[in-house]
């Protein structure tokens, strides 16, 4: 644990703790708050537990929170050599809750995170009591393929990395179509957002996971069965750019007991654009 960030909004002072933990041999980053069941968060691409500040606060009230930093994103280790693909990636994040001493936990992961998140529960489904999924990536979503095919070009991949840390406008114009109102992007979030972009080899995760990003879906529709028996809440925007909201409806119906709310006005982000309801509608879940 390396000091303190005091929740800005939190009218009740909540402490959240910065932390660090190695797991095997990899340290990440994450910061934990409040008391009560054990709730981890899980970012989306190109995120970080930066993320989750308006959520933390809130959710710090009925829950043990843990925000991570994947590896090889925000201020984590990037190890050479990495594996970023789906199954990768939920195996780290069960390490990690190995290596933290949780032996369960509420999950909670929003984009590419909700796919981890996903992939996590299915490999180890006893594990997780309860599953929230914030515009989860899903293989009902052609959004992002041709995408991720085009920035993982042998070619392409290496000048995009190069270029997108140091292109302000690239970083903005990303942003502002995540968000439905950009009138409700707060000061400071693009900086927040770009701070460990500038850091050496950055963009390589983001690269690494579009690599398998087709391969990883295809696996993970195979593996939904598995988890259709945990109760589930689903969170989308309306006026989500990034994963399409009609493939919600198709998520829905792989799981036995599941709630959809989907948030008017709203782009890929709703714990940064409207965070009171996303918080509301979370803790509503989690104290049923």
Known sequence: ??????????????????????????????????????????????????????????????????????PGAGFSDRPAGRDSSLPTLAQQLLRFMDAGGLASCDLLGTSHGGAVAMMAAATAPIRFPRLILVDPVNPWSARGRMLSVLLSNPVVAPIFG??????????????????????????????????????????????????????????????LPRIADIPTLLIWGDRDAAVDPASALRLKAKFRRCDLVMLENVGHLPYEETPEEFNRAVIRFLTA
């Open 162 to 223: 190069l270029a997108a840390p140091r292109l302000r406008f690239v970083q903005e114009h990303y942003l502002r179509r995540l968000y439905a109102d950009t009138r409700r992007i707060r000061p400071g979030t693009l900086e927040g957002y770009s701070q460990p972009l500038r850091q050496r080899g950055a963009i390589d995760h983001g690269i690494d996971i579009l690599r398998s990003w087709n391969r990883d879906l295809k696996e993970l529709e195979s593996i």
């Open 1 to 70: 644990m390396n000091g303190q960030l005091s929740a800005e909004s939190a009218p009740d002072q909540i402490v959240i703790d910065e932390c660090r933990i190695a797991v095997d041999g990899v340290s990440w980053r994450f910061q934990r708050a409040g008391s009560g069941p054990a709730l981890l968060l899980v970012h989306g691409l190109l995120g970080y537990s930066f993320s989750w500040r308006f959520a933390i606060p809130a959710l710090a009230r009925v829950a043990t929170v843990y925000a991570v930093d994947l």
